[in-house]
């Protein structure tokens, strides 16, 4: 059984993957506290989610992905790109991220459960 982790949460995840909450607490800015399940995917989730518009630079999706601790955020990046769900490109003296098809695929297959 899958330990239970206090995270914090974009609300647009929070409300579209709520599969994953177990219970909520305080509301942060644009984010929520939150105990949850199943903790890996829903960081996978969360990168995912915030590449499904536009594409971002390292820092943007730091930010924007709420995975606090800079050593976990790059594992799950780091696990996005070899899986070829997020692609990265230089451009200039940036690094972007952006999601690939089978990215897309990914977060639509969770997305459709929580529908």
Do not use: W
Request: proline fraction near 2%.
């Amino acid at each position: 059984m899958m330990k239970a982790r206090l995270t914090y949460v974009p609300l647009e995840v929070a409300d579209q993957f709520e599969d994953f909450i177990i219970k909520r607490d305080e509301q942060i800015l644009d984010a929520v506290k939150a105990r949850t399940r199943d903790y890996s995917t829903l960081s996978l989730l969360k990168l995912l989610y915030q590449l499904r518009r536009n594409p971002m630079t390292f820092s943007e999706l730091y930010s924007k992905s709420k995975i606090r601790m800079k050593k976990s955020f790059l594992n799950y990046l780091h696990l996005c790109t070899d899986y070829n769900f997020i692609k990265k490109e230089a451009v200039g003296s940036n690094v972007i991220y952006s999601i690939t098809e089978k990215g897309n695929i990914m977060l639509e297959l969770f997305m459709q459960k929580s529908n």
